[in-house]
Structure formats: C-alpha cells, structure tokens
C-alpha cells in the first residue's frame, strides 16, 4: 500500500511539473487518466496478455572506410555529420612510391612494345633470306642428281637453308616473347593503376558520418579506418526477452517501438533476427526457474520506409521500448497504433530538389 501511494505521488508531481504543492496531494481531474495510464503502464498492467515489452536501444548499421594501402591522407572531404551518398569521395591518400611503380610498369610496357616491332621487322628480313636459301637449296638438288653439282656445294647450301631457318624460328619466338611481355607489363600497369583507385576512398553506401578518425596529413597503415559510417536505412532496437517469449517469435513478425525521447509517437517494425543462443546463461540449467533466465537477443528493424521519410531525424543510441506480439492474430492496442509526425514541408533547395540525395526524402530537422 505505502509504494502504491508514492508512485501516486510521484505521478502527481510528475505531471504538475515538480513538487506537490498544497491542496496538489489529490490530483486536479484534467492529469487523472494520464497518470491512471502511467501507473498501469508502470505496474505492467497496461497491456493485454500476448503483448511483452522490453527496454532497448536504436542502433544502425555501421561501417568503417579504410585503406587497403599504406600512405600519407592527402585530404578528407567530410566531416562528422556529413551526409553521404553510396560512391562519394571520402578521401584521398597519396603514395610517391605507387606512382613510381606506375611510371615504371608504362615503361617497361613501351620497352616490350618496342621489342615486338623490333621482332616483326627482322622477321619480314630473315624470310626473305629463307625463302632465297630454300630455292637455292631445292635447285642444288636437281643439279646434284644431274652431276652439274658438287655434293660439297650441295651440302653448302643445305647448310645455308637450315640456318635461315633456324634465324627465322628465332626472331618468331623473340616476336612471342615481346607480345607475352607486352601482355605482363600491361597487367602489372592495370594492377598498379587499381591500386591507385583504391588509394581514393569513396563511400559504400549512403548514410552519415559518425566519426572521423583521421585528418589530412597523417600517415595511415593499411586496413586503418578513416571515417565510420551509420547506415540510417538500417536502422533497428535491440531488446532482450526471456526464452518463453523470445521461442514464441518468428522473423518477420510485427512490433512497435517507442522511444524514450519521442513517447507521443509509435513507430512500426519488425522482427527481424532472434538469437539461437541465450546471451544470459545460468551455471546450470536443470530447473524450470533456471531456464526461466535465459535471455535472447531480438532485433527489432524499423520500417526503411519510415526511415527514408525521416532521415534527417533518425539518431542511434536512443532508448526507448520495444513491444512484440506473442499470440499470433492479436490485435494491437490503441496506444500501440502506429503514429508518427507530421511530414514538414520540404524547403526548396539545390540539394531537395535532387531524388537521389537521401535528404531529398527527408524533412527538414
């Protein structure tokens, strides 16, 4: 009895905003039904069986951009807060040695390309001595059946056929040789010149920069994260239910979320992962009580909807409470109808006018 009464007071001094003054103690008529709802809510009697809140946070997606190389940060074009675009620049990293390497791969690409014509020129002449030698040749062999030649004149020109075509075969392979090194010497190119594009950081998707961990000027390992990134149309709850509850939920299934920061408002979502792991584990799980302990993560997606429509509003980090429904086919409660805000109206700029821009989308905050 003695808690139910300070929880009135509480109450009462909660929605007259401060302390009770006198004559306060019997609350005036107007704040009655709000604080009836705020006792039941808080007694958990507010809900039809087969509706389970849980305290939670909002939490999105987050990605770090980093470099695959090694180098100096020759800028950063965001800042904290900044709104990107899924491939806008990020930053850029410069590395004298890389380019060099670039240089000299173009060079040895020219070197090969060279050669190759090299090749093919000295081919054109060497055929011409073959087919000279492999006339002479075959006419030394009718004039040395006839006795009109020596056989050492005979042996002479076979001599000189053989090796014009031995200078032919060579000069062929150098020509392979040169276009197989021309072929290397490409790719080496291609694969510095990728490199270097990776050397520009871009964005991997839209959303908003939530830390910047580096500035121009300083020299970053490889892998080293630049800025962090929320993806803001992935964002989600995260709330934690006994196993009696959480093995009664299926992906997909409807909830609703109200944030301690915005309570006049509903926001729709779903269920969109729950943990095959209990996350609160007993020493031991024999007993029914035991395993009454076992908590499961469950995630809770908002609608990408809704956060389009809101993303310049959507913030991690809030908390709030996530409700989720354990009886298939149960209605929701009226104070668990969705109910969202107002969409202000857009303010026209350069930047709204532009549909591909998340913020076009967006109210203005």
Request: proline share 5%; glycine share 6%.
């Amino acid at each position: 009895m003695t808690s139910a009464l300070l929880l009135w007071v509480a109450a009462c001094a909660f929605f007259s905003g401060g302390e009770p003054k006198s004559g306060a103690w019997l609350c005036p008529s107007a704040h009655a039904q709000p604080i009836r709802n705020l006792i039941a809510r808080l007694r958990g009697q507010k809900f039809p069986p087969g509706i389970v809140e849980a305290n939670g946070r909002i939490e999105a997606t987050q990605v770090d951009v980093s470099s695959k190389y090694a180098g100096r940060l020759l800028e950063v074009t965001v800042e904290e807060g900044s709104a990107v675009k899924e491939g806008e620049v990020i930053a850029r990293i410069s590395s004298p040695e890389i380019e060099a390497q670039l240089r000299a791969a173009q060079a040895n690409v020219q070197k090969a390309k060279d050669a190759l014509a090299a090749a093919e020129a000295d081919i054109s002449s060497r055929q011409s001595a073959l087919e000279f030698a492999k006339a002479d040749f075959e006419r030394g062999q009718e004039l040395v059946k006839n006795g009109h030649l020596t056989k050492q004149n005979f042996e002479q020109r076979k001599r000189n056929f053989d090796a014009a075509d031995a200078a032919v075969k060579a000069v062929t392979s150098a020509r392979d040789q040169a276009q197989s090194q021309i072929k290397n010497s490409e790719a080496e190119v291609e694969r510095i010149e990728a490199i270097i594009k990776d050397l520009t950081l871009v964005s991997p998707r839209n959303g908003r920069v939530q830390y910047q961990l580096a500035r121009a000027g300083e020299v970053v390992a490889a892998g080293a994260p630049i800025v962090t990134i929320l993806d803001l149309t992935d964002v989600y709850m995260t709330i934690f239910l006994p196993a009696a509850d959480a093995g009664k939920l299926a992906v997909g299934d409807e909830a609703r979320i109200i944030l301690d920061a915005a309570p006049d408002y509903v926001v729709p979502a779903t269920v969109n992962f729950v943990a095959s792991d209990a996350q609160f584990t007993p020493k031991t799980v024999e007993t029914k009580d035991e395993r009454a302990k076992l908590m499961f993560r469950v995630k809770l997606k908002i609608s990408p909807e809704v956060l389009t429509t809101y993303y310049t509003r959507v913030k991690t980090g809030l908390r709030g409470l996530g409700f989720v429904r354990t009886k298939a086919g149960l209605e929701w409660p009226d104070d668990l109808e969705v109910k969202l805000p107002k969409v202000p109206a857009k303010t026209p700029d350069a930047k709204a006018s532009d549909p591909k821009t998340p913020e076009a989308n967006a109210p203005a905050q």
